[in-house]
């Protein structure tokens, strides 16, 4: 029996990374002798064990066979002739197909190191088109490693496997596994790109790939193109640090300009509904978690006011304070502000800023900490007729809004 570190491991070392998980192939094993060492089975769909001690995966070495459409119609052939060498070969790309002995010396039957040092992203083999969840690793690799790039001839490959209808056998959450991780990578906008060149956004996020192309004014959108302020307002939510459901509002707190009818352009008057109803279609189709989905529907609907801070009426304020939950939710209402600061900051050359000089943030936060000192348990006792609690409440918040504004003025 001989272990091999093999994958993400190998390849993250030799950029010089931190290795932060390693993965093990076995060879010349079976899977009693693995218990008989001790190692814990995991594995439901081929034959993966924990080490007693360390407790990293040891897989043994397998071949794949295709049987079916998508990711999982797969065939998998685990014995002790399978060699290293036919493991490495069923991987997806050339730089995930690197082995390590327990000497240090490398096993690259497949140029990987090669293309480390080139900065490619290169399919192992033909079989790379077996499997459509490729498609998405590729594409949140290119988030990762940004300065990557696709070889040629492996976009060919994937815009073919889009082409074949592979990607339309994805499921909605292993599509969801990957968009997410991609999103909370370095530059999540090479992910969105990588996707589009290859065909994959089209099926996958028909709502996004349209945008592609839509004008707005250049007064407020230097960058014009729609699609591309997009890109540049996910990539703003990942340099200034924002949760995946700040990520996942921002990619889609625009989607409602692709429903403008082209005489209005490049004006997109009240799209905000029609955002809001696409974020949330996008959303229950790929079955995101509840927070982003919630969130990604509150920011499309607001983001347009949100940036009018300093010009709307105190009633007007509180008003949406109070239909966004944020007095008992207040969490998800900074969240919300922090990717309107992204869609503003996201735009065109000499308009970017960081998200947190936003002015309206600033606003946005003093009032809502404003209302919330209100004791609403004083006034619901002070009101002698229970049915009109909510609007006592509501004018004691604007009270406080205007109390705040007077105090700024002095």
Known sequence: MQAYVVGGAVRDALLGLPVKDRDW?????????????????????????????????YALARTERKSGHGYAGFVCHAAPDVTLEQDLLRRDLTIN????????????????????????????????????????????????????????????????????????????ERVWQELARGLMEQRPSRMIR????????????????????????????????????????????????????????????????????????????????????????????????????????????????????????ADTMVKLIERCDALRRPERFLLMLQGAACDHSGRGAGTITAPADWPPLLRWEAVLHAVRSIDAGTIARNCRDKASIPQALHAARVAAVKALDSKDSA
């Open 25 to 57: 192939v076995v060879v010349g094993s079976t899977p009693e002798a693995m218990l008989a060492e001790g190692f814990r089975p995991v594995g439901r769909d081929f034959p993966v064990f924990l080490h007693p001690q360390t407790q990293e995966e």
């Open 97 to 172: 197909a690197i082995a390590r002995d327990h000497d240090g010396r490398l096993i690259d039957p497949c140029g990987g190191v090669a293309d480390l040092e080139a900065r490619v992203f290169r399919h192992v083999s033909p079989a790379f088109a077996e499997d459509p969840v490729r498609i998405l690793r590729v594409a949140r690799f290119a988030a990762r490693f940004t300065d990557f790039s696709v070889a040629p001839e492996t976009l060919a490959l994937m815009r073919q496997m889009v082409a074949a209808g592979e990607v339309d056998h994805l499921v909605s």
């Open 194 to 313: 990588v996707l589009r060149e290859s065909g994959a956004l089209a099926r996958l996020l028909p709502e996004l790939d349209r945008l592609f192309g839509i004008p707005q004014p250049a007064k407020y959108h230097p960058e014009i193109d729609t699609g591309e302020h997009v890109l540049m307002v996910i990539d703003q939510a990942a340099t200034s640090g924002q949760p995946l459901a700040v990520r996942w509002a921002c990619l889609l707190h625009d989607l409602g300009k692709g429903d403008t009818p082209a005489h209005v352009l490049p004006h997109h008057y009240g799209h905000e509904a029609a955002s809001t109803r696409r974020a949330r279609e996008v959303s229950e189709r790929l079955k995101a978690p509840a927070d982003c989905r919630d969130l990604a529907e509150m920011l499309a609907r607001e983001h347009g006011i949100l940036g009018q801070a300093a010009v709307l009426r």
